[in-house]
């Protein structure tokens, strides 16, 4: 069974930096498989924020394209979010998986932004 373990976030003021992980266990594809960036606010529903297709090419979001940068080691089975110039709009919890959500949610990662 594939398990999904995002670490990274915290707290940071508007206009800086955090660098999410998402280790991915259990799967032997994993180099062939896109993966994807989510987050959900409080009251809102989960959303994509960017795209990694086994090969590396990317998508993003309107609303963090040209701050956020998705990215993936599949030697090590993890995939990374870069997020730069972070917004207060931008809090949320993080989650990866797959573009069609085939794997399990894992427990996700806290990304609060705020001075």
């Known amino acids: 069974q594939v398990q999904l373990v995002e670490s990274g976030g915290g707290l940071v003021q508007p206009g800086g930096s955090l660098r999410l992980s998402c280790a991915v266990s259990?799967?032997?594809?994993?180099?062939?498989?896109?993966m994807a960036w989510y987050r959900q606010a409080p009251g809102k529903q989960r959303e994509v924020v960017a795209t990694i297709t086994g090969g590396g090419s990317t998508n993003y979001a309107d609303s963090v394209r040209g701050r956020f940068t998705v990215s993936r080691d599949n030697a090590k089975k993890m995939v990374y979010l870069q997020m730069n110039s972070l917004k207060p709009e931008d809090t949320a919890a993080y989650y990866c998986n797959t573009p069609s959500i085939q794997y399990n949610w894992g427990q996700g990662t806290q990304v609060t932004v705020s001075s």
């Open positions: 259990g799967s032997s594809i994993f180099s062939l498989r896109g």
